[in-house]
């Protein structure tokens, strides 16, 4: 069974202080791997796609990077626009089209 | 604009009502999704269409119903049946794809709250 598990719960950062978000999965065979931010009472924004060990991708102050058994979301000088839950999603090969999701990481960034 | 349109944004239900959530998308996806959000969770697959006139349950669809007579239109039905309907329902949609990734993309949900 596909497994996603995202750490920490919840983050507090002051504003200018980088941070990372981990994402760690099990899936028979990965199709890709996503990064999704959401607003409170909004539907789950698209960030990223990484589909292989290795990979990177940026935009703004994120950068997702993937491993073989994890992936991360460094946030660099985060600014309050920041503050959101983000969630991370695996597709499997085995499963079609569908995501596995985590359960997220609520960040918070203070001024 | 292309994207996807949920209605309404909250719903109230009485106990032992049915009520139907409208998803319509103008991306010319193939596939579309119903997912369930509770407060603190990542969100569960409640039923999938992969084509029209088809759709496969997903996770957690007792108590739920879809259609898929149109591409453009995936509506939700809450039936008595599910017993803690109370939660934020969110539609996707995405392209089939037997190869690659394929992303999904997200409407702004509807927020069902049972009386």
């Known amino acids: 069974e596909d497994q996603v598990t995202q750490s920490p719960e919840a983050l507090r950062l002051q504003e200018g202080e980088s941070s990372s978000l981990n994402c760690s999965y099990t899936v028979s065979g990965l199709r890709g791997l996503f990064w999704y931010r959401q607003d409170p009472g909004k539907g789950p924004e698209f960030l990223f796609t990484?589909?292989?060990a290795g990979e990177e991708k940026e935009k703004e102050r994120l950068k997702a990077t993937l491993t073989k058994k994890e992936s991360f979301l460094h946030i660099t000088a985060p600014k309050p626009e920041d503050s959101a839950t983000y969630l991370c999603?695996?597709?499997?090969?085995?499963?079609?089209?569908?995501?596995?999701f985590g359960g997220g990481t609520r960040v918070l960034v203070k001024p | 604009d292309g994207g996807i349109t949920q209605s309404p944004k909250y719903l109230f239900r009485k106990e032992g009502q049915n009520v139907t959530l409208s998803c319509e998308q103008n991306?010319?996806?193939?596939?579309m999704y119903w997912y369930r959000q509770d407060p603190g969770q990542g969100l569960r697959l409640i039923y999938y269409s992969q084509i029209v006139n088809d759709f496969q349950k997903g996770d957690i669809a007792e108590g739920y119903s879809v259609s898929r007579e149109k591409k453009e239109s995936f509506p939700l039905t809450v039936t008595s049946a599910q017993k803690n309907p109370t939660a934020f329902y969110l539609c996707?949609?995405?392209?089939?794809?037997?190869?690659?990734?394929?992303?999904?993309?997200f409407g702004p949900g509807t927020r069902l709250t049972v009386l």
């Open positions: 990484l589909y292989s």
């Open positions: 999603a695996v597709q499997a090969k085995a499963a079609g089209n569908k995501l596995t």
């Open positions: 991306l010319n996806h193939d596939a």
């Open positions: 996707a949609s995405s392209m089939w794809s037997t190869g690659e990734a394929s992303e999904q993309f």
